[in-house]
Nanobody, 122 residues
Framework: QVQLVESGGGLVQAGGSLRLSCAAS????????MGWYRQAPGKQRELVAT???????NYADSVKGRFAISRDNAKNTVYLQMNSLKPEDTAVYYC????????????????WGQGTQVTVSS
């Protein structure tokens, strides 16, 4: 069984910064792609940023230049550095990962974390 555990959410004033972390743990796996999504009240879940095993990154237009995604392969952890936060960044942030899992015969499976709340006050 594989789990994604997020941390780092909280309350911050507009213009401030937060750093989210997501660690994958559990049975034998290989990480293909990891990323972050967010869901604000009354809105659909949307992509924030992703990073592949090769290091290719993709960002939503709304966060380009403000957020930075990175990963530590040795720790099976992905980070999201969020700078210049705006009230419209307020949402529950979810970690997402495409993993190749040994127990499935190294098939690709998609996993979600439990979510962490980010609140930006004006």
């Amino acid at each position: 069984q594989v789990q994604l555990v997020e941390s780092g959410g909280g309350l911050v004033q507009a213009g401030g910064s937060l750093r989210l972390s997501c660690a994958a743990s559990g049975s034998a796996f290989s990480i293909n792609r990891m990323g972050w999504y967010r869901q604000a009240p009354g809105k659909q879940r949307e992509l924030v940023a992703t990073i592949t095993s090769g290091g290719s990154m993709n960002y939503a237009d709304s966060v380009k230049g403000r957020f930075a995604i990175s990963r530590d392969n040795a720790k099976n952890t992905v980070y999201l550095q969020m700078n210049s936060l705006k009230p419209e960044d307020t949402a529950v942030y979810y970690c997402n990962a495409d993993l190749l899992v040994e127990s499935t015969g190294w098939l690709s499976k998609n996993y979600w974390g439990q979510g962490t709340q980010v609140t930006v006050s004006s």
